[in-house]
T-cell receptor, first 116, second 109 residues
Framework: GAVVSQHPSRVICKSGTSVKIECRSL??????MFWYRQFPKQSLMLMATSNEGSKATYEQGVEKDKFLINHASLTLSTLTVTSAHPEDSSFYICSARGQRSTYEQYFGPGTRLTVT | GQNIDQPTEMTATEGAIVQINCTYQ??????LFWYQQHAGEAPTFLSYNVLDGLEEKGRFSSFLSRSKGYSYLLLKELQMKDSASYLC??????????FGTGTRLKVLA
């Protein structure tokens, strides 16, 4: 149980375009989903927290208009990187917390974004 | 502020024991997680400590001292497949994780 999927696993896009990443909880309802980014040889940095049906809460320094998060249902959250630039190239990982779980987050497999 | 420190890299020999330390200063505390992460993959859960003491699970053990703001992950009988990054994450006053810097462990034959 507690499986989280992400799609796509890898994406290459051109500078200036937008790309959408989906995060789904497959066998549980996720009240809260989290989006992280990870640069090579670094740890995970929390970008934002999203609760179903409400606006996401962004961490300090993360641009809301650039990283659009939508948590439309209890099983789906999306992250859209708008007007992507090469410095947005990174590994994006989502996680989800279920209704009955305490503090544990279940992580998706990650999405490797490369902006050319 | 929030601060979680781990050694950046460690090297150990196959079959040995290694201890990875994590020290933290956070505004709230609802427990500490340890995760293993292989390059390009998602973190996988290893342990969760919320009370002081040692939690043992097979070859992996985790220890917590809340008064000292200190935890360690102990890996016994190291195997080559244990070469990975090990992340400690503190749950702050909300449900958010604050991740440490991560420790890259290299196991040598």
């Amino acid at each position: 149980g507690a499986v989280v999927s992400q799609h796509p696993s890898r994406v290459i896009c051109k500078s200036g375009t937008s790309v959408k990443i989906e995060c789904r909880s497959l066998d549980f309802q996720a009240t809260t989903m989290f989006w992280y980014r990870q640069f090579p040889k670094q740890s995970l940095m929390l970008m934002a927290t999203s609760n179903e049906g409400s606006k996401a809460t962004y961490e300090q320094g993360v641009e809301k208009d650039k990283f659009l998060i939508n948590h439309a249902s209890l099983t789906l959250s999306t992250l859209t990187v708008t007007s992507a630039h090469p410095e947005d190239s990174s590994f994006y990982i989502c996680s989800a917390r279920g209704q009955r779980s305490t503090y544990e987050q279940y992580f998706g497999p990650g999405t490797r974004l490369t902006v050319t | 502020g929030q601060n979680i420190d781990q050694p950046t890299e460690m090297t150990a020999t196959e079959g040995a024991i290694v201890q990875i330390n994590c020290t933290y200063q956070t505004s709230g505390f609802n427990g500490l997680f340890w995760y293993q992460q292989h390059a390009g993959e998602a973190p996988t859960f290893l342990s969760y400590n919320v009370l002081d003491g040692l939690e043992e699970k097979g070859r992996f053990s985790s220890f917590l001292s809340r008064s000292k703001g200190y935890s360690y992950l102990l890996l016994k009988e190291l195997q080559m497949k244990d070469s990975a990054s090990y992340l400690c994450a503190v749950v702050s006053g909300t449900y958010k994780y604050i991740f440490g810097t991560g420790t890259r462990l290299k196991v040598l034959a």
